[in-house]
């Protein structure tokens, strides 16, 4: 039976966690620690773990792989009890899903002469702007990179033995150098979070002078908004361990604007024209994977008309066809309508059920993205 610890049981942790059980159910053992004993209990409760501990040397004790799945800056505070733990076995992989490598693989070589494990950095390029064990799936990974960081020093033989565990996450698990990760990362992932709420921000000063700026944002300001949504706490975390990278990357971004500002002010029309084919030209031809670095969840949207006890009639329509729910939130308001449900499930085919079962109810669904 081989042990695997996870520490910190959300999206990423409960992920991991069910890839891996669904993979080998009866040849696998999942123990976890978390600082909210109400993680614990709900992971225990959906089945994405078999045991959830407050005591991290427990945890970790016997476990064949460990990995670390707590926001970056406790990543970094927890390898040392982690890797230095007297109930870690000899020979265990630890390794963690943090969104920055640099300062976790350099504290972790710190520590490695005096700990009885080896740690391999990872990175899980694949992820979604909810957080906690409920939003976790056990496809979130499918089809995504995975990045590893192992050091010069690790020997090929830990890496393989990640890997061949790994392989139930069904990501192309790729190797890297740290800092050549938080530098592509940084300009991919980081930044464009930086922006997306900067941009969030921009209109909502406007808002200020009129109601209509939010009003009326749909299509591409949703679109490309969509990540602000995230984690504050994670993204705050991932900012100030990639501090240096994402500083330059700003200030890149900032003469890039002066040529882009330039541009529109010469009225060249041209030089603007070519602006736009280029970035078309670019995006277009981003590889086609099903699942990209930002995959969707499986999102139902009803427009709930405003009379009493509507909410309920939905719960009931999918309780009755047995579809389970795995998030329910009501977003945002317009005039003609209550508001807009936004049903979260855990499979694709429990959407398509749903979707088929309250059309037929006469629910307007729709899914978005
Ligand atoms: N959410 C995403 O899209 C992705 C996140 N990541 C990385 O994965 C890590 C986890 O992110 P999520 O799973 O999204 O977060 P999450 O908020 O869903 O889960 C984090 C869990 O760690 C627990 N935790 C926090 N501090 C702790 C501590 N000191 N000790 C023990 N438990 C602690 C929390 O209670 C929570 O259960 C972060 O480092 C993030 O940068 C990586 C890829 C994608
Ligand atoms: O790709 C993005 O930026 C996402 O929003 C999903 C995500 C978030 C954090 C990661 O470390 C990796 C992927």
């Not at 059980?21 to 089945?47: C, M, T």
């Not at 070589?109 to 957080?131: C, D, N």
């Not at 192992?150 to 990640?162: G, H, M, N, V």
């Not at 700003?250 to 602006?275: A, N, P, T, Y």
Request: proline share 4%; net charge negative; with cysteine.
């Amino acid at each position: 039976m081989k042990r695997i610890a996870i520490i910190g049981i959300g999206l990423i942790g409960g992920s991991i966690a069910l890839s891996i059980k669904k993979h080998d159910p009866n040849e696998v053992f999942i123990q976890a620690y978390d600082l909210k004993e109400s993680q614990l209990q709900l992971a225990r409760a959906l089945g994405v773990i078999d045991h959830g501990t407050t005591d991290l040397d427990k945890a970790v004790a016997g476990a064949d792989v460990v990995f670390i799945c707590t926001p970056v800056q406790s990543v970094c505070h927890l390898l040392e009890p982690i890797l230095l733990s007297p109930a870690l076995k000899e020979d265990a992989i630890v390794t963690d899903v943090g969104s920055t490598k640099m300062k976790i693989v350099q504290r972790a070589q710190e520590l490695s002469a005096r700990s009885k494990g080896v740690f391999i950095g990872g990175h899980p390029m694949a992820g979604s702007h909810k957080s906690g064990v409920e939003a976790a799936t056990e496809r979130l990974f499918e089809n995504a990179y995975y990045v590893l960081t192992p050091s010069e020093e690790t020997e090929d033989a830990y890496t393989q033995r990640l890997k061949a565990l790994l392989a139930s996450t069904r990501a192309k698990v790729v190797e890297m150098k740290p800092d050549e990760h938080d530098r592509v990362v940084g300009a991919i992932s980081h930044f464009p979070h930086v922006i997306a709420s900067a941009l969030v921000e921009h209109v909502y000063q406007y808002q200020q002078e009129s109601e209509w700026y939010l009003r009326l944002a749909a299509g591409g300001f949703r679109d490309i908004t969509r990540i602000a949504s995230s984690n504050p706490k994670m993204w705050r975390d991932i900012v100030l361990s990639n501090h240096s990278f994402i500083v330059q990357q700003m200030k890149d971004w900032l003469k890039q604007m002066e040529h882009v500002l330039d541009m529109i002010d010469s009225g060249d029309e041209e030089r603007i024209e070519h602006f736009f084919r280029h970035a078309k030209e670019v995006r277009d031809g981003l590889p086609d994977t099903k699942r990209g670095a930002i995959p969707s969840f499986y999102d139902l949207y009803v427009d709930i008309p405003d009379h009493p006890g509507v909410i309920g009639q939905v719960t009931t329509l999918l309780g009755i066809h047995q579809i389970s729910i795995t998030n329910i939130a009501i977003l945002e308001t317009r005039e003609d309508i209550m508001g807009v449900l936004r049903l979260t499930f855990r499979h694709e085919c429990d959407l398509e059920k749903a979707e088929k079962v309250l059309r037929d109810a006469n629910f307007p669904v729709y899914r978005r993205d």
